[in-house]
């Protein structure tokens, strides 16, 4: 009886795809299992592996300790109002270069993309000039308002989005009286959740997890993001850095609540985009 080709080949597929998923999961397992150890067992040698018993108060010690929620509250901030900005400034950005006719169009977008070349670190001296100016500094707004200036990912992502739908959506809907504006509003945004969700999760995780930009503007630990707030312990938890462990997994939590509800658009979104 001949074995069918297929079959193996498919068999072979999957198991290279589990073997690959362990390898990527075992830095998480073992942080998780770090994370529920106390001191000795942290720094044990050999390495235990399985904490016994497992140390569940890491986590509440870890709320008790510090500001965790202010942190976390912190960042909420930042990264809603980033991604809102982020949604509303580079698509309608991009709706012009992909639909509107205008003067050098072309020329145009091209020195957008070209912003993408500048190391973000040749802006920083620049930018904290203008907003110590504009007595922005030790404030929440240094992290979220260059969201709202249309970043060139952003537009880049959202153009392309709105190429691949064809004109005669946009021919019926000035047939009907809509606007530039409403025709974008109605029309082409609600077309494009995929690309939307992609450029949602690239933001959030970005603003999330940033830590330069905070650690530059931010001085007060009333207005502290997760990141620079965890990091701000470390001290602290001298002898005690397996709730460094702890904290850090806490944070994971709400990238992966977005991901998980936007995962099935995001992937449809990488793939229509040129992202794959």
């Not at 620049?126 to 500094?137: K, S, T």
């Not at 904290?247 to 939590?253: C, T």
């Amino acid at each position: 009886m001949k074995k069918n080709p297929n079959k193996k080949r498919k068999t072979i597929s999957y198991i290279v795809i589990i073997i690959s998923s362990l390898v990527m999961l075992t830095p998480f397992i073992t942080a998780a299992l770090n994370s529920l150890k106390n001191y000795a067992q942290y720094t044990a040698i050999p390495v235990e592996w399985i904490p016994d018993p497992f140390q569940w108060k890491n986590y509440v010690e870890v709320w008790q300790l510090t500001d965790f929620a202010q942190y976390g509250w912190n960042s909420l901030i930042v990264t809603v109002l980033s991604v809102l900005g982020a949604i509303l400034s580079c698509s309608l950005v991009a709706y012009a270069f992909a639909r509107l006719n205008f003067p050098y169009k072309n020329s145009l977008f091209i020195m957008v993309l070209g912003t993408l070349m500048i190391p973000p670190v040749i802006m920083i001296i620049p930018q904290f000039i203008i907003f110590n100016h504009m007595g922005f500094l030790d404030t929440l707004i240094p992290l979220w308002i260059l969201e709202w200036l249309a970043q060139p990912f952003g537009v880049f992502l959202m153009r392309q989005a709105f190429l691949t739908i064809p004109k005669e959506y946009e021919e019926a809907a000035k047939l009907d009286g809509c606007s530039p504006f409403q025709t974008y509003w109605r029309i082409f945004l609600p077309m494009c959740k995929p690309q939307l969700a992609t450029l949602t999760i690239f933001t959030f995780m970005t603003k999330w997890n940033e830590i330069m930009a905070p650690a530059i503007y931010l001085s007060s630990e009333e207005n502290f993001t997760l990141p620079i707030g965890v990091l701000s312990m470390s001290g602290a938890w001298f002898g005690k850095e397996q709730y460094l462990v702890a904290a850090a997994l806490m944070s994971l939590i709400p990238i992966l609540i977005v991901f998980l509800f936007t995962e099935k658009f995001f992937v449809r979104g990488a793939s229509s985009s040129g992202l794959k």
